[in-house]
DNA sequence: ATCTGTAGCGCC
DNA sequence: AAAGGGCGCTACAGAT
């Protein structure tokens, strides 16, 4: 049953519903202990498009409410002190903050979803498709193209009252199968953590035009100043490069021009064959080899030619200007002259991510991605607090190395962190290589550098799930050497070694992998079935690898159409799986403590009566961001980083996880 | 002219 | 048997 409230009732006569008082729609609606909530906005953007309706109810009600007329604020107290149900409701919350309504639960089917099918991408999560696969309905979604231009009209309104009705049913449903794959507290923690991000993404972090331009102009001018020695290089030596110059006389440059374009790879590798650079790969996709230029192949390579290096820094500042160029200008809201990006909240390893491609028919505009923005000064220091402001900047020093040592709990990592002091690289170089054991990790960082590298770029490697052929590509070292680094690095760490053992095993067997015992988070292997399948053909009762060494040594078609290919599936997929199991944990869990960390920082603000007085620009993975004006900022600097080491104490019970802030004025640590 | 896939590279 | 995780944006190249 939908009931329309309104102001202005003689506009609407249909009888598809009723029209009912503010009065009639609390009295209901108070004597429920869950709402769901929708709005029907004039787009997407809360700072400069209204709210057109507010629609509250549940499966048997379902109240339409004309915000162009009705006080959205009669409706604050009601929304503050019930659970509400939600689809996606980071949009409508971002509304809801711009009329200072903030509710007290919220309960995101859209997240739930999510929640329950982390890793397979492949599962729709619309309201649309929600519907129909827990209530059995097709909802027409077209209308919501007609919104904008239509208003209120009655088939407007029977979509809206559509988009409340169903929520609790889904919910419902969710909640057995949540509960059957043990994801209440993942839930639960991301139900609360769309306030943050919802805040984040309100707040935006401000760009400083000025100085952005002025960073552009200097990109641009190097850019092109690197662009003009490559091609003089060519242009100089004609004979040698003839096929890399246009032989038309240039009207306009005076001259011959390359015929290079500098930013297309397919057109550089020609030229950087001609000067002795080995571009030859192997693809890690397909294992085929090709031909590649990227910085991985080159740097290496950097003596054989000047134009090698030359290359490599005409592409970083191509990059600066293409991604990090003018384009951002475009992002600044108009509104509150500050960019306001997009942040998916639960990607397959439970990590936010940040941006947004556009789409004019749509009418969505393009975000920026706000977690890969260029480390160096030059370009952070543009993103700075509002004037009267400081920025307070806050990271997790070593988070994921924390995760890590307190789920694997290797002896030797724990003292090393207990210790609390010295540098870990030093240290992993000193179990590494005996000849450094007895010596003060000081010295090793000091006087071994070479050796302190490889320990470095192996546990980087081991962690991630690299071996002993990792480390030796990664450092340049011979396949044994590498081989040697691997082996020694889990005899130094026997615990590690033990808990990756058991983190591969169980997510063979299980499908899945589990984060930790905290948020219970799990990220699903999609392709699992599959890989079942052929662990069966391999391992069921057939005598399959029998007939595998007979075919083998007959050098058989069917060996190598078949077997061959078969084994190497089964184990390319038990590695992808095994890599995951290793990984995902570790960027989870830690994923899972900062978000925790901004829902304390969250729950500070609003019990202190500080929302929308301190903002929250950004959040980088580890990292936090409070902007807020100067005479609070130190108080602010303590309580972010206690909210953050508080959220690491729930998941790091062993060694600590530390957080360390920086009062400042740019995005800077 | 517009769409799609890929290479390359920015961050943590 | 294979052999470093997660993400998003820009450019090019090829297809339609």
Same mark, same amino acid.
């Given at each position: 049953m939908i009931n329309l409230v309104t102001n202005q009732k003689s506009a609407f006569t249909d009888e598809m519903y009723s029209i009912c008082t503010v009065q009639d729609s609390l009295d209901y609606l108070y004597s429920l202990e869950s709402i769901a909530l929708d709005t029907e906005t004039e787009g997407f953007d809360p700072h400069t498009d209204a709210i057109i309706s507010l629609q509250l109810g549940n499966n048997d009600i379902q109240y339409v409410i004309d915000i162009s007329t009705v006080d959205i604020q009669l409706y604050k107290e009601l929304i503050e002190t019930r659970l509400i149900l939600m689809q996606n409701a980071k949009f409508d919350l971002k509304f809801l903050f711009k009329h200072n309504i903030i509710p007290k639960d919220i309960y995101d089917t859209f997240l739930a979803e999510r929640v329950l099918s982390t890793g397979i991408d492949n599962i729709r999560k619309s309201l649309g498709a929600l519907v129909f696969k827990y209530c059995n309905v097709s909802l027409d979604k077209s209308i919501v193209n007609v919104i904008g231009t239509e208003g209120l009209s009655t088939r407007v309104i029977q979509y809206a009252a559509d988009d409340v009705k169903y929520l609790h049913q889904i919910q419902k449903e969710q909640l057995i199968k949540l509960k059957e794959l043990g994801l209440q507290k993942t839930i639960s923690l991301d139900n609360k953590y769309v306030f943050v991000l919802a805040y984040i993404e309100y707040c935006g972090m401000y760009l400083n035009s000025t100085k952005w331009k002025a960073k552009c102009l200097e990109d641009k001018q190097n850019m092109q100043n690197i662009k003009n020695q490559l091609d003089k290089y060519i242009l100089d030596n004609p004979t040698d490069y003839k096929e890399f110059i246009d032989n038309q006389y240039n009207m306009f440059e005076e001259g011959f021009s390359t015929k290079i374009n500098w930013n297309s790879e397919k057109q550089v590798i020609p030229l950087m064959e001609k000067l002795g650079v080995n571009v030859e790969i192997k693809d890690k996709k397909t294992g085929i080899i090709k031909k590649s230029i990227d910085q991985k192949i080159l740097r290496p390579q950097i003596n054989i030619h000047s134009l090698v290096s030359l290359y490599i820094k005409y592409k970083g500042y191509q990059k600066e200007v293409s991604t990090y160029g003018e384009n951002w200008f475009e992002y600044i809201n108009s509104k509150t002259k500050r960019i306001h990006t997009n942040y998916t909240q639960i990607m397959n390893t439970g990590r936010l991510s940040s941006g947004q491609k556009g789409n004019k028919k749509k009418g969505i505009s393009q975000k920026p991605n706000m977690q890969n923005v260029p480390s160096e000064d030059r370009t952070r220091n543009c993103f700075t607090a509002m004037p009267k402001n400081k920025l307070i900047v806050c990271d997790y020093s070593g988070q994921e190395q924390i995760v890590l040592a307190n789920k694997s709990l290797d002896k030797d990592l724990l003292k090393f962190y207990k210790k609390g002091l010295g540098d870990m690289h030093s240290f992993v170089a000193s179990k590494i290589f005996p000849e450094l054991a007895e010596l003060p990790l000081d010295e090793i960082k000091k006087n071994h550098k070479e050796k302190r590298q490889i320990a470095k770029g192996a546990g980087f490697a081991i962690n991630y799930g690299g071996t002993g052929i990792t480390i030796a590509e990664n450092l340049s070292i011979s396949l044994e050497? $590498?081989?040697?680094?691997? +082996?020694?690095?889990?005899?130094? !760490?026997?615990? =590690?070694?033990?808990? !990756?053992?058991?983190?591969?095993? +169980?997510?063979?067997?299980?499908?899945?992998?589990?984060?930790?015992?905290?948020?219970?988070? +799990?990220?699903?292997?999609?392709?699992?079935?599959?890989?079942?399948?052929?662990?069966?053909?391999?391992? $069921?009762?057939?005598?399959? %690898?029998?007939?595998?060494?007979?075919?083998?040594?007959?050098?058989?078609?069917?060996?190598?159409?078949?077997?061959?290919?078969?084994?190497?599936?089964?184990?390319?997929?038990?590695?992808?799986?095994?890599?995951?199991?290793?990984?995902?944990?570790?960027?989870?869990?830690?994923?899972?403590?900062?978000?925790?960390?901004?829902?304390?920082? !969250?729950?500070?603000?609003?019990?202190?009566? =500080?929302?929308?007085?301190? =903002?929250?620009?950004?959040?980088?993975? *580890?990292?936090?961001? =409070?902007?807020?004006?100067? *005479?609070?900022?130190?108080?602010?600097?303590?309580?972010?980083? *206690?909210?953050?080491?508080?959220?690491?104490?729930? !998941?790091?019970?062993?060694?600590?996880? +530390?957080?360390?802030?920086?009062?400042?004025?740019? %995005?800077?640590?």
């Open positions: 050497k $590498g081989e040697e680094v691997y +082996k020694a690095y889990f005899k130094a !760490f026997p615990g =590690l070694a033990n808990y !990756f053992k058991k983190e591969k095993e +169980k997510a063979v067997k299980l499908g899945y992998v589990q984060f930790n015992e905290i948020s219970y988070r +799990k990220s699903f292997i999609p392709f699992f079935e599959e890989f079942k399948t052929l662990h069966n053909e391999l391992y $069921g009762t057939d005598n399959f %690898w029998d007939i595998y060494k007979l075919e083998k040594s007959k050098h058989s078609d069917y060996f190598k159409t078949e077997l061959s290919p078969k084994v190497r599936k089964y184990f390319k997929k038990k590695g992808d799986i095994e890599r995951t199991s290793l990984n995902y944990p570790i960027q989870g869990t830690s994923a899972d403590i900062t978000k925790l960390a901004g829902i304390y920082v !969250f729950k500070y603000l609003k019990e202190n009566n =500080l929302l929308f007085k301190v =903002l929250m620009p950004n959040v980088v993975h *580890d990292e936090l961001h =409070l902007e807020c004006s100067e *005479d609070i900022a130190s108080e602010m600097a303590v309580v972010l980083k *206690d909210c953050m080491e508080k959220a690491g104490e729930k !998941f790091c019970k062993t060694i600590a996880l +530390k957080a360390d802030p920086c009062i400042t004025d740019y %995005w800077t640590h």
